[in-house]
């Protein structure tokens, strides 16, 4: 069946390194896949896209890439912050018909 | 953007009994989303309720058990009946993301989170 897995361990990272989150999918070809970021108690919010046919697309300090030949996504976040802690998911489908990785919790320490 | 809101925020509850959760959404949107999130665990699509429509429930779910309502395209409400321990979860409730990226992109409420003990 269609599978999406991120790391379950928390990454830790210390502050103002590049923290790098994983995204594999296994059994389909997404055309797209989208990552998010939830805080505890609150509902996951959008951060980026990225489609099948681009290599990599950048929002200030985040960068995703999507590597079709190895089945992966790559999260990064530049210069990281304790703020950025949190869980990052990743996600794809068609018609709203999603699926999600479990997430990856990301600890930024100052 | 959306502003999703969700009540209760959370709620604890006793075997047997039901829940309803409301989603309100401050503009009006087609399609509302219904998903479980339990800890640890990735989001699961519970329903997907268009506005003069069933919903559309997934594979594992049933009307009988988690019945939506949508009256109208800011509002809707996810009922969680006959409660065990194995409802216990967060439930949230999603829109389509128009003005993201496109693409299935989704605004998601704050979450209700259900014990049943």
């Known amino acids: 069946s269609q599978k999406i897995e991120q790391n379950s361990e928390a990454l830790n990272i210390q502050e103002g390194k590049t923290a790098t989150l994983t995204c594999n999918y296994t059994?389909?070809?997404?055309?797209?896949l989208q990552w998010y970021r939830q805080d505890p108690g609150r509902g996951p919010v959008f951060l980026l896209l990225?489609?099948?046919n681009e290599k990599e697309k950048r929002k200030e300090r985040l960068k995703v890439t999507f590597d079709t030949t190895l089945k992966q996504s790559l999260f990064h976040i530049t210069a990281s912050q304790p703020a950025d802690s949190a869980t990052y998911l990743c996600?794809?489908?068609?018609?709203?018909?999603?699926?999600w990785g479990a997430g990856t919790k990301l600890i930024i320490k100052p | 953007s959306a502003v999703i809101s969700q009540k209760p925020s959370r709620d604890i509850c006793q075997r047997g009994t039901s829940l309803t959760i409301q989603c309100q959404v401050d503009?009006?949107?087609?399609?509302m989303f219904w998903y479980r999130q339990q800890p640890g665990q990735s989001l699961t699509l519970i329903a997907t309720?268009?506005?003069?429509?069933?919903?559309?429930?997934e594979s594992g779910f049933v009307i009988d058990k988690f019945p939506i309502s949508r009256p109208n395209l800011t509002f809707s409400t996810l009922t969680v009946s006959n409660m065990s321990p194995e409802d216990s979860s967060i439930y949230l409730c999603?829109?389509?993301?128009?003005?993201?990226?496109?693409?299935?992109?989704?605004?998601f409420g704050p979450g209700t989170r259900l014990t049943v003990l």
């Open positions: 999603s829109v389509e993301g128009l003005g993201l990226a496109g693409a299935d992109t989704q605004y």
């Open positions: 503009s009006q949107v087609t399609m």
């Open positions: 309720a268009n506005q003069g429509s069933e919903a559309t429930y």
């Open positions: 059994n389909y070809s997404p055309a797209y």
């Open positions: 990225i489609r099948e």
């Open positions: 996600g794809s489908g068609s018609n709203y018909q999603l699926i």
